[in-house]
């Protein structure tokens, strides 16, 4: 089929990827302005963008999509439909008529459960045992679209936000493959969303990765989880942020939130609301990413030190 596909990080990518392989004709490709990155703060494309260059492939990065020439150069790609994932740009309802077919969306979720920005972490902060992919039909709404396909993944106890996008990315990509296949041999049939069962991701904020030692363990290791790679959990100790990469919850249920109950090879354990978490992997401002063992070597702590709550 003949594609515009829209879609800017490595999740969009892998979808791109697969489209390619499969032989589809991507007309068009769009994605987000190149952004500063790294320490020198050069402008750096993105993972779409630079998966497209290297297929030789045409490559539109609008700031909007309203312009009616940018609209008018979606229109001369006489596209069949076009592909979104995770773009980061709304489509204006002009856009979404543009392809013969409409558009799709590679949504990670199982709508219409965590409809919105963040799926992923969402689903890991809310103990959710399963996610998945939902091809979607996309409308003026938000995640509101017809449902095409869904493929669900079960959330592993130890996945990350980094390790389930990672699987998403994968199950979407093929997912994707799969919906147009469908979509040429005329079986793929629409199921509206239940719009009472609608949950919503709101966009992850960097404050959101402070540590509330009054919460559950449960939940407090869920968040580190969720929270890896971005915001990255944080506490502060004696006027010092610590970065949490890796922690366990444990049943233990003296002490009081945040009091350091012990620390040696094994970990730092820490009193929470209810039970302790057990930090694994952390990180000062400006070091590396270290074992308890080896963090605790240049930061020694003891049983009865407490973090800020």
Not at 15 to 39: K, N
Not at 123 to 128: F, K, P, T
Not at 184 to 210: F, H, M, N, R
Not at 242 to 252: F, P, S, V
């Amino acid at each position: 089929m003949r594609l515009i596909f829209a879609g800017t990080p490595e999740f969009a990518a892998a979808a791109l990827a697969a489209l390619i392989e499969a032989g589809h004709d991507v007309a068009l490709v769009l994605t987000q302005p190149d952004r500063p990155s790294g320490r020198g703060m050069r402008l750096t494309p993105s993972p779409v963008k630079q998966l497209a260059l290297q297929h030789g492939l045409s490559v539109l990065q609008p700031v909007a999509l309203k312009d009616v020439e940018v609209q008018a150069q979606l229109a001369a790609a006489n596209a069949d439909v076009m592909i979104v994932a995770a773009y980061g740009l709304l489509l204006p309802s002009a856009v979404l008529t543009i392809p013969r077919l409409g558009c799709l969306n590679v949504h990670a979720s199982l709508l219409p459960r965590w409809r919105g920005a963040a799926p992923i972490q969402r689903a890991i902060l809310a103990g959710d045992p399963e996610t998945g992919i939902t091809i979607m039909q996309m409308d003026r709404g938000l995640d509101t679209g017809g449902m095409l396909l869904r493929a669900a993944l079960p959330i592993a106890d130890h996945d990350t936000a980094q390790t389930l996008h990672d699987k998403l990315a994968i199950l979407g990509a093929s997912s994707i493959v799969s919906a147009l296949r469908q979509l040429e041999l005329g079986t793929l049939q629409v199921q509206p969303q239940d719009d009472s069962a609608a949950t919503y991701a709101a966009k992850l904020s960097k404050a959101e990765g402070s540590i509330d030692w009054r919460k559950s363990a449960t939940d407090l290791a869920r968040a580190v989880r969720a929270y890896n790679p971005f915001p990255v959990a944080q506490a502060r100790l004696q006027a010092e942020t610590w970065r949490i990469w890796q922690a366990q919850a444990a049943q233990r249920s003296e002490g009081v939130p945040g009091e350091i109950l012990q620390a040696n090879k094994g970990g730092i354990l820490v009193g929470c609301g209810e039970g302790a978490l057990l930090l694994k992997e952390l990180q000062k401002a400006g070091g590396k990413r270290l074992s308890a063992s080896s963090f605790l070597v240049g930061n020694p702590v003891k049983p009865g030190d407490r973090f800020e709550t």
